[in-house]
């Protein structure tokens, strides 16, 4: 069967230099289910089985960072074995290893989420269709990173798209929930940000006397559920 | 018997620092760790030191040895510092007593001076390092800056491995062509490297802003784009057309877009270039600054 267009495009990455101790596998300018998935599963891949010189891998929404020791590789060397890696994996990108699933309990409305009855007139609902669309099916953790035990998860229908806020939060408590752009995304340290705050989950995705210091990762499912 | 520090004085963002907490990108922790590893090198070297130092900022720092004894090392950019009101060469080492007193001033250069010694600074171990992450507040002396009034403990400990750190150059500060060159006019690009910036006095451990020629980068405004990976020397440039050098407490990913990165033979000496400081930027191959990190590393 011929390769799709999409399975095309994550077989050919961009491979963009960032400094001279880092490499950037991109797999879209744009955020996509398709470049996301890639990118999850090509870092869940390059952890699993190593290239020699590589000494972090990490996923972003859209790429794989790789920092490397230049002293033990070259960026020739690592471009080439990346590529190798990519082709072979092909579109099976979705059939990377096991995947955790999380239950994640949400306090939606109230003082700790002060945006949900506007977020939910502004798609015509009312605040308890909303929740009940917003918890309907189960997403995945799009990416990590942005501050410590972030998460964004993604994706809604099209249905629930909301843009940002015109203004920003100066900092929003742990356990905030925030909704914007197709995705929820759930802070574990206090943040700035101009997503909505539509609730509050006692879950905190970030022990830094754990190691790992977070237990949800980029690719994992989550269920939202109104907490009781 | 165990030594004690009391800290008396303490510029702004004074830190316990190592070489950073790599591997924990993905958690959103960026490495942190010192801004001139050079500087923090050469500090410990001289005393053998266990992992960890006392990074100082420009406005230096004061400290009296409360109970014990120990050799200090200190170095990195350029500052005065008495023992007891008399003036010692920088860089350099000496012996603390029971007493005795540090006075650390700014000198004629620098940002950053490295206090190491020969046990190890008491903090704990968090996540394999003992650095503070402004960012994240955490790690080093309670996830924060050290100011007067602190107490620090040296328990003894195994030296650190020793490694060799990159001789400093000179001349232009090299970058490699950044993640999202590409979308920057040619005509900019080439601005970019040929236009003298300079070192804004909004600087810290997260990033250093520069003063750019006006409308340097009004045209490259607005571009949308999904965040990414961030790595220390990012330059960004923001909507409003300031570059920001991002340093070691930079934040692990951003949507800004970013011109170029200063290479890591070079990163040390822009960390201690000082408010006022005119600077130049020469874009290199990553090839080329391969080349440099092994022949500086020799």
Known sequence: MAPQATDMALASPTLIPLGDSALLVRFGNDLSEAANFAAIALARRLIADPLPGVVEVSPNLVSVLLRYDPMRTSFAELTGEVRLRTYSMGGAASASGSVARHRIAITFGGEAGPDLDAVAASLGLSAADFIKAHNAVPLRVLSTGFSPGFLYCGFHPAALVVSRRSDVRASVPAGSVLFAAGQTAIAATAIPTGWHLIGHTKLRNFNPHANPPTQVRAGDEVVFEAAP | ?298
């Open chain 2, 1 to 298: 018997m165990t030594a004690i520090l009391a800290i008396t004085r303490a510029g702004p963002l004074t830190s316990v620092q190592d070489l950073g907490r790599f591997g924990m990108l993905g958690n959103g922790i960026s490495a942190a760790g010192a801004m001139d590893r050079a500087g923090y090198l050469a500090a410990g070297e001289a005393v053998d030191a266990p992992v960890g130092a006392i990074e100082i900022t420009r406005a230096g720092l004061d400290l009296v040895l409360e109970q014990g004894s120990c050799r200090v090392g200190f170095a990195g950019g350029d500052f005065i510092l008495r023992r007891n009101g008399e003036p010692l060469a920088w860089p350099g080492t000496t012996r603390l007593s029971s007493g005795d007193r540090l006075t650390i001033t700014p000198g004629a250069a620098g940002n950053y001076g490295y206090l190491r010694f020969d046990a190890q600074i008491d903090v704990p171990m968090l996540l394999g390092s003992l650095a503070t992450s402004s960012r994240a507040q955490l790690g080093g002396f309670s996830g924060r800056a050290l100011a007067a009034g602190d107490r620090i403990r040296l328990k003894s400990a195994q030296p650190e491995r020793p490694m060799t750190a990159c001789h400093p150059g000179a001349g232009p500060i090299r970058v490699i062509w950044g993640l999202h060159a590409d979308l920057f006019a040619a005509e900019v690009r080439n601005r970019f490297v040929t236009s003298p910036f300079t070192i804004s006095a909004q600087l810290d451990r997260m990033g250093v802003r520069l003063g750019a020629p006006p409308n340097m980068f009004a045209s490259s405004a607005n571009l949308s784009l999904v965040s990414d990976a961030i790595v220390p020397g990012d330059i960004q440039i923001l909507g409003d057309g300031t570059p920001i050098v991002l340093m070691r407490d930079h934040q692990p990913t951003g949507g800004y877009p970013r011109i170029a990165t200063v290479i890591s033979a070079d990163f040390d000496r822009f960390a201690q270039l000082r408010p006022g400081t005119a600077v130049a930027f020469r874009p290199v191959t990553v090839e080329h600054a391969h080349q440099l990190l092994r022949s500086s590393l020799k």
